[in-house]
C-alpha cells in the first residue's frame, strides 16, 4: 500500500510563504493526477489543487493566485508553493492521488498562519 510522506510545513505569519512537499512510493506515480488537500477540525478533508501527469493544475477558489502546485515524476514528488498566506490557510495538509479509490492517507503536515 502506498503511503504518502507529506513535509515542510510550520508557523508563518500572514503574508508569509512555506513550500510542501510529498513523497510517494508509487511505481507509476507519473500516472497519476495528484493534489494536495487541507483538513481542519470539525471539517471535511477539502481539495486545494491539483495536477496532471501532464502538468495541468486546478485550483480552489480560495488559493488560486496564491498557490501553485508542481511535480517532479523522476522524484514521484509533487510539491505546494504557498505564498500571500492567511490565517484561513491553517490546516493540516495532505496529498494524495486525486481518484476514487485514494492510497491510504499520511500524517499530513501542519501550517499554521498566525502572527
Known amino acids: 500500500q502506498v503511503q504518502p510522506v507529506e513535509s515542510g510545513g510550520g508557523l508563518v505569519q500572514p503574508g508569509g510563504s512555506l513550500r510542501l512537499s510529498c513523497a510517494a512510493s508509487?511505481?507509476?506515480?507519473?500516472?497519476?493526477?495528484m493534489g494536495w488537500y487541507r483538513q481542519t477540525p470539525g471539517k471535511q478533508r477539502e481539495l486545494v489543487a491539483s495536477?496532471?501527469?501532464?502538468?495541468?493544475?486546478n485550483y480552489a477558489d480560495s488559493v488560486k493566485g496564491r498557490f501553485t502546485i508542481s511535480r517532479d515524476n523522476a522524484k514521484n514528488t509533487v510539491y505546494l508553493q504557498m505564498n500571500s498566506l492567511k490565517p484561513e490557510d491553517t490546516a493540516v495538509y495532505y496529498c494524495?492521488?486525486?481518484?476514487?479509490?485514494?492510497?491510504?492517507w499520511g500524517q499530513g503536515t501542519q501550517v499554521t498562519v498566525s502572527s
Open positions: 494524495n492521488k486525486v481518484s476514487s479509490s485514494n492510497w491510504l
Open positions: 508509487s511505481s507509476i506515480f507519473s500516472l497519476h493526477v
Open positions: 495536477i496532471t501527469s501532464s502538468g495541468s493544475t
